[in-house]
């Protein structure tokens, strides 16, 4: 088994450019910046790399300060528990503001976790920053580094100072690619709906873990934030995602959430499968219907979850049959995805969801032999011919599967580039009788033969 990789924490006061550093070194955009004081709240981790030498980096919320943000506290909460499991602590500071309170509160922070800690002076680009630098040196932590995360000034130093502390040898391991591509083992999953449905306590629970932020405030997560779980020796990669709603209640709500819809976006077309999760108690909304059908175009496998079905258990069977059935004309181009009853908040069929994701996620890679394929065309077209939307005579000559994830099925015919649409979906449900095909997309191609 491969180690653990050390932990490297980036921790300060809000808006001292933590998550600048963050993308900075990890090359990539995962943490959002904006001039807002508290934007990142959950802790973020992205695996790293400085010539050779791996470790995970930390992003957390800023501590102490200057923050309006309601959930501060938890933020401050979630930050003292990634002090606590680091292994190297970087102190990032405002070099163009100098030495405050704020920062003094941190050190003596950092010096009751006993930790080692470098202290990186950012901004010094800024002339009145490189004038100001030496007083860091009165926190009592060195080496103190002068950096710049915007431009990247400064930060090969840092860096060397980061892999020197650690001792880190500077070779080859299998970990995750640093920016941040599941591994060939993960299974990439993003949890994904609308704001305030239950999409963080629903990773909680899985995780069996606090840790994502969980409140009654919309807009509670705002980066999209990933952890590694393992289940009967498979890896899942589980993203939380920010709640996602309609395009003109995020143009007027400002930049923070515009960015965090922006990922969570990307964090579908990364996953392989999509988790989306809706409130039992209102059901299914054209908003929900809006995100499941990004999930669909971008050719993901697709689970239905509606969460908070403790507070319906009450209703009896019937309920069960209605919801469902409205769920699913809700959803119609869904057909394909498996809908679970769920409940973030009492841990109910939250393994059952495990074991959906698991067979959609193979389902996804599943492939059927051409000579098998073309014996079950033969069989179907010969009870049911093709029709195309000319109304000419078609004969589909042979077919192929050529490619997966999502599955890609390609007809040769005599004369049609295309099947009637209500063909084209009697084809794609009779694949998915013959040879599964669970909880995934199936895109099919017509071509004539030449």
């Not at 933020?75 to 602590?89: I, K, M, P, T, Y």
Request: charged share 25%; glycine share 8%.
């Amino acid at each position: 088994m491969t180690p653990k990789p050390p932990s490297v924490v980036l921790v300060g006061r809000p808006n001292v450019g933590k998550s600048t550093l963050f993308n900075r070194l990890t090359e990539t955009r995962r943490a959002i910046v904006t001039a807002i004081p508290g934007t990142t709240r959950d802790v973020i981790a992205q695996p790293a790399e400085w010539q050779g030498a791996r470790f995970e980096l930390v992003d957390t919320g800023g501590m102490f300060g200057a923050s309006e943000d309601p959930l501060h506290a938890l933020v401050l909460e979630r930050g003292r528990r990634a002090v606590a499991a680091a292994d190297l602590l970087v102190l990032v500071v405002d070099g163009r503001e100098g030495l405050v309170p704020g920062d003094e509160q941190i050190a003596e922070v950092l010096r009751e976790a006993g930790k080692p800690v470098v202290v990186a002076v950012n901004k010094s680009d800024d002339r009145r920053a490189r004038e100001g630098a030496l007083e860091f040196y009165g926190l009592g932590f060195e080496p103190v580094y002068e950096i710049s995360a915007e431009h990247g000034l400064g930060v090969g130093e840092l860096l060397d100072g980061v892999v020197g502390r650690l001792r880190l040898p500077r070779e080859r391991a299998t970990f995750p690619s640093r920016r941040g591509e599941p591994r060939a083992d993960e299974v990439a999953v993003a949890i994904v709906g609308r704001p305030n449905v239950g999409k963080s306590s629903l990773v909680n629970r899985l995780l069996r873990e606090e840790r994502m932020i969980v409140s009654e405030f919309p807009g509670t997560t705002r980066d999209a934030v990933d952890a590694v779980l393992t289940w009967h020796r498979r890896r899942f990669r589980i993203v939380d995602t920010a709640g996602i709603r309609r395009p003109g209640r995020v143009a007027r709500s400002g930049p923070v959430e515009s960015v965090s819809v922006l990922l969570a976006r990307r964090s579908i077309e990364a996953a392989d499968v999509v988790v989306v999760v809706i409130d039992a108690t209102q059901g299914a909304t054209d908003q929900d219907a809006a995100i499941a059908g990004e999930a669909d175009r971008a050719g993901c496998g697709v689970i239905i979850a509606a969460n908070k079905w403790d507070l319906m258990k009450d209703r009896g069977p019937e309920f069960v049959k209605t919801f469902d059935e409205e769920l699913r004309r809700r959803l119609k181009f869904l057909d394909y995805a498996p809908v679970l009853h769920i409940s973030a908040l009492t841990g109910e069929r939250a393994p059952k969801l495990l074991e959906t994701i698991d067979r959609v996620a193979e389902s996804r890679k599943q492939r059927v032999a051409t000579p098998e394929l073309n014996r079950f065309v033969a069989s179907v077209t010969a009870a049911h011919p093709p029709a195309s939307p000319g109304r000419k005579h078609v004969r589909i000559l042979y077919a192929a599967q050529t490619g997966v994830a999502p599955p890609v099925f390609v007809f040769f015919t005599n004369v049609a580039t295309r099947f009637h649409f209500s063909y084209s979906r009697f084809l794609i449900n009779q694949i998915r009788d013959a040879f599964g095909f669970v909880g995934t997309p199936i895109r099919l191609h017509v071509r004539r033969r030449a």
